[in-house]
């Protein structure tokens, strides 16, 4: 199968980045937002993306306009084009506003349309299931998406080996390298760095080091290019706290017990970069 049209459900933090890496490979990038002020956002930080890009000398002037035009903004859900190869999911770590997304894209885009879904932690077999199991797949990027190369292909447990291969072809044709996982809470990435977070905001607050120390020892004792508070704030904390609760309920052990603080920061909407404040403070 050639994928040619690909819809991208969310322009937020990851999915304008999926948007921006498809567009500059020359596909056709439907983003799909809720309103038309959500979908200028996310075309506003593309362009500003690409702009950097040009700044850097990565790009041409006229290989930013070229990808620009690559990309039509779409309004509500019901009006992603039928036609489409491949939709992307990149909205909320929620299972339930995740599910209820690919049923209403179920009834509109044809049977032969492979979904994927970004989820950082959510089973991926438990997404696909009420839908097109064979042709259902994990694609998680990475953050920043034109920047890190890695993506997971996580199959769900009905994930047709044609799909997976369709899928790990793409991966690979967007410069990316891809790493097939199999469908367990966290897959690889969020089960071994999500803990690592956890563990960083107990250390804050049982008082062992302040925020600042706390990231200056990961970095130059663990040689990591961001400390793992710097990284939440990156990431957001209400996306920590959800891939946390999945490998607490999913896997039930209580070493991935969600952090108070990290409860507490959400429900006061301190989100980390998105929100301007989290551990740190941004302008
Ligand atoms: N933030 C990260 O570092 C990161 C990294 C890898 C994967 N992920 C995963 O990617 C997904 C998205 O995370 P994010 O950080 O981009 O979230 P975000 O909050 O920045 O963006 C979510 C976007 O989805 C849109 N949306 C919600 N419902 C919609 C609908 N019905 N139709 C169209 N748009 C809709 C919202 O308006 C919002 O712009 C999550 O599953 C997250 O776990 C996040």
């Avoid at 002037?61 to 509500?76: A, G, H, M, V, W």
Wanted: with cysteine.
């Amino acid at each position: 199968m050639n994928i040619k049209k690909v819809a991208v459900v969310g322009g937020g933090t990851m999915g304008n980045g999926i948007v921006t890496v498809f567009a500059l490979k020359g596909f056709s990038v439907f983003l799909v937002e809720l309103s038309e002020t959500l979908v200028q956002k996310a075309l506003t930080s593309i362009e500003n993306n690409l702009t950097r890009m040009v700044k850097k000398g990565s790009i041409t002037d006229f290989e930013k306009s070229d990808t620009l035009k690559n990309i039509t903004p779409i309004i509500e859900l019901k009006n992603t084009p039928p036609d489409c190869d491949l939709v992307i999911e990149a909205v909320y770590e929620n299972k339930e506003v995740k599910l209820s997304i690919f049923n209403e894209l179920n009834n509109i885009v044809n049977s032969n349309c492979i979904f994927a879904s970004n989820t950082s932690s959510i089973s991926i077999t438990e997404l696909a299931v009420t839908t097109r199991p064979d042709k259902f797949i994990g694609m998680h990027f990475m953050n920043p998406v034109p920047i890190m190369k890695l993506v997971e292909i996580i199959r769900g447990y009905s994930t047709s080996d044609e799909t997976f291969l369709v899928i790990k072809e793409l991966a690979q044709n967007l410069d990316k390298v891809p790493v097939e996982v199999n469908d367990y809470p966290g897959f690889i990435a969020n089960r071994i760095l999500m803990p690592m977070i956890n563990e960083a905001i107990f250390s804050l607050m049982e008082g062992v080091a302040s925020a600042e120390d706390i990231d200056t020892v990961m970095k130059l004792g663990m040689n990591h290019p961001m400390g793992p508070l710097t990284l939440a704030d990156f990431i957001g904390l209400d996306v920590c706290l959800a891939i946390m609760e999945v490998l607490y309920n999913g896997l039930g052990d209580s070493k991935y017990r969600p952090c108070p603080l990290l409860k507490k920061m959400v429900a006061a909407n301190k989100l980390g970069r998105k929100s301007g404040e989290g551990f740190f403070i941004y302008n």
